[in-house]
């Protein structure tokens, strides 16, 4: 089946839906068993079928095997935030003593995971270059357990060689990890270029609503027994409502993305051409560096990017940001709706540096007509100077 075809019927097995079109809401805590026997042999490592409500009900298990299908893994487990998808996946994998190579770009909260709690728990980090590529091999010590990348990077847009990174990795019997929330399930196939547990958060275009948060991991054969058992650990769990609505966002996950790519690629073009501009920071756009990782290995681009402005001051910033009418302030992206942030990514390096002169801008491209919100960004421009 093609991909759309897929996003279509996957997560409807008719046994569990008795005929709706849609999995219905199963809500509960405990699960009761026929009879003795059965409750006692119930088996600790089934994440699929009804034990316990934390371990998830069938609206859980739809959504987590819609998810893992389109990507091509092994399983997939839901957890309550993005966040949580990359705590659980570093800590089954990084224990007192180990080793663990992240990515300089990685989404700000993962580094303060790694240093406010995995360095408190004698576990060394250390950052790399996001375009390292196979050079990673200079970094890799006896005690590195997992490599962490992301895909884009978060606020600057580096793309990574994964497939480079991961071929290295794997000869010494390391995991790669990666951040995969820009490239979707939908636009980017993590198994088939290295990746061997894939962490989304949800809460972007999975949900694609904003109105979840939600997080998911997808594992290759290998890794998921071990990841599983850390979520269960945790005791992270996910309330089937938001299940419901997080597969209901899935189901059209291709029509928003595609849509908003176009929108994304209309607005960034018209951005590269202004003079307020420095850079669009892109990989869709030929002129990106990570254009031909992207084109390489994504089959589509997510519709968030950074743009570096010419040197301007804060009160210049903040004029143009305020004047902007169909952008809102404020974090998290992958809605249908558009949004702007002015974050400081030079805050949070340390194995690279980031100094472009100017302010860097991440904005988010909605579902609206381009051509309003490229009239919006040129009126609130002109308030920068
Ligand atoms: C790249 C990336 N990963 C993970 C997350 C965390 O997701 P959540 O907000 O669901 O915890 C975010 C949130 O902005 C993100 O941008």
Not at 67 to 84: D, F, I, N, T
Not at 278 to 291: I, M, N, T, Y
Not at 314 to 326: E, I, M, N, Y
Request: aromatic share 10%; net charge negative.
């Amino acid at each position: 089946m093609k991909k759309d075809t897929l996003l279509t019927h996957i997560g409807r097995d008719p046994a569990r839906t008795q005929g709706t079109v849609n999995m219905p809401v199963y809500r509960t805590s405990t699960v009761v068993f026929p009879d003795l026997e059965s409750y006692e042999t119930r088996d600790p490592d089934d994440f699929k079928s009804m034990r316990y409500g934390i371990h998830g009900t069938p609206t859980t298990f739809a959504f987590e095997d819609a998810v893992a299908r389109m990507e091509g893994g092994y399983q997939a487990v839901a957890v309550p935030s993005g966040l949580a998808a990359i705590t659980a996946a570093l800590c089954t994998f990084a224990k007192n003593g180990d080793h663990l190579l992240v990515t300089d770009s990685a989404y700000a909260p993962t580094r303060l995971f790694c240093e406010r709690q995995l360095r408190a728990n004698g576990i060394e980090v250390e950052y790399y270059d996001p375009l390292i590529g196979a050079g990673i091999g200079r970094l890799i010590k006896p005690n590195t357990k997992a490599v962490f990348c992301e895909a884009p990077g978060s606020l600057t847009f580096e793309m990574q060689d994964i497939p480079a990174i991961a071929a290295v990795a794997h000869a010494r019997n390391i995991p790669v990890l990666a951040d995969t929330t820009w490239g979707t399930p939908y636009f980017f196939r993590s198994f088939e270029h290295g990746v061997d547990v894939s962490i989304h958060a949800a809460t972007k275009y999975i949900v694609g609503h904003s109105d979840v948060l939600m997080g998911v991991i997808v594992t290759n054969k290998k890794c998921w027994l071990p990841v599983r058992h850390t979520v269960a650990d945790f005791g992270y769990c996910v309330s089937p409502d938001d299940c419901y609505l997080a597969l209901r966002g899935f189901r059209t996950i291709g029509v928003r993305m595609k849509q908003q790519m176009a929108n994304a690629i209309t607005v960034a073009n018209w951005l590269q051409g202004r003079a307020e501009v420095q850079r669009v920071l892109f990989p869709a756009l030929e002129s990106d560096p990570g254009h031909a990782i992207w084109k390489r290995d994504f089959e589509g681009a997510a519709s968030l990017f950074g743009v570096v402005l010419q040197p301007a001051s804060h009160a210049q910033l903040a004029a143009f940001v305020d004047a902007l009418k169909l952008f809102g302030i404020g974090s998290s992206w992958g809605g249908y709706e558009s949004l702007i942030t002015a974050p400081h990514p030079e805050k949070m390096r340390s194995a690279t540096t980031w100094n472009p002169g100017g302010p860097t801008i991440r904005l988010h491209i909605g579902l609206e007509d381009p051509a309003d919100l490229i009239a919006d960004l040129e009126q609130a421009l002109n308030r920068l100077h």
